[in-house]
């Protein structure tokens, strides 16, 4: 029998709850001899795979590229969770929604730069109006909160997850 595989995405985030993943330490180890871990951007595979059993997704859904990938990886996911503070209610790229995109583009493109003051054409993402949480766009099937989640409730969650027990984030706390 084949292992379970294992995922993690990166949406409109720090990066925090990928490093709190790192923290797991060599627990992290001992998960990837229980499970395959096939796409993160902590590892080098540059295409989404047509089947993930389980996929962390951090960051809120803030881009037309955001857009695109959390459709691709709920259709291709069996189980997905919203890892973080940005994924579960949008936390900090959502609060840009009160502002506005052009309003935001203005002032940071035009008012605070000091040379080469124009709106950014290609390299910057195409922003939708809101940054939303995850399960606004797609279904979630497991919330961990945290901002970051702790190492030890992330450990626990997915030691659950690959032993076939329902996960218990009970223990999530919200903020450092």
Same mark, same amino acid.
């Given at each position: 029998?084949? $292992?379970?595989? /294992?995922?993690? =995405?990166?949406? #409109? *985030?720090?990066?925090?709850?990928?490093?709190? /993943? /790192?923290?797991?330490? %060599?627990?992290?180890? %001992?998960?990837?001899?229980?499970? #395959?871990?096939?796409?993160?951007?902590?590892?080098? +595979?540059?295409?989404?795979? %047509?089947?993930?059993?389980?996929?962390?997704?951090?960051?809120?859904? @803030? @881009?037309?590229? #955001?857009?695109?990938?959390?459709?691709?990886?709920? %259709?291709?996911? +069996? +189980?997905?969770?919203a890892? *973080? #503070?940005?994924? =579960? +209610? @949008?936390?900090?790229?959502?609060?840009?929604?009160?502002?506005?995109?052009?309003?935001?583009?203005?002032?940071?493109?035009?008012?605070?730069?000091?040379?080469? $003051?124009?709106? &950014?054409?290609?390299?910057? &993402?195409?922003?939708?109006?809101?940054?939303?949480? =995850?399960?606004?766009? =797609? $279904?979630?099937?497991?919330?961990?909160?945290?901002?970051?989640?702790?190492?030890?409730?992330i450990?626990?969650? /997915?030691?659950?997850?690959?032993?076939?027990?329902?996960?218990?984030?009970? *223990?999530?706390?919200?903020?450092?």
């Amino acid at each position: 029998m084949s $292992k379970p595989t /294992l995922a993690t =995405v990166w949406l #409109d *985030g720090c990066s925090g709850c990928h490093m709190s /993943l /790192l923290d797991t330490d %060599e627990r992290l180890l %001992e998960l990837t001899e229980r499970a #395959d871990l096939v796409y993160s951007p902590i590892v080098d +595979t540059k295409e989404f795979p %047509e089947h993930v059993d389980v996929c962390l997704v951090e960051g809120a859904v @803030s @881009s037309e590229e #955001d857009l695109h990938k959390i459709k691709m990886v709920r %259709e291709r996911t +069996t +189980t997905l969770i919203a890892f *973080g #503070d940005c994924a =579960v +209610t @949008s936390n900090v790229p959502g609060m840009r929604n009160p502002i506005g995109v052009p309003p935001l583009f203005e002032r940071a493109y035009i008012e605070n730069a000091t040379t080469n $003051k124009q709106l &950014p054409s290609s390299v910057v &993402p195409r922003l939708l109006p809101t940054a939303r949480p =995850v399960h606004r766009v =797609v $279904k979630v099937d497991v919330f961990l909160p945290g901002c970051p989640p702790d190492a030890d409730l992330i450990y626990n969650m /997915l030691d659950d997850l690959l032993a076939g027990r329902v996960p218990n984030v009970a *223990g999530a706390r919200f903020g450092r």
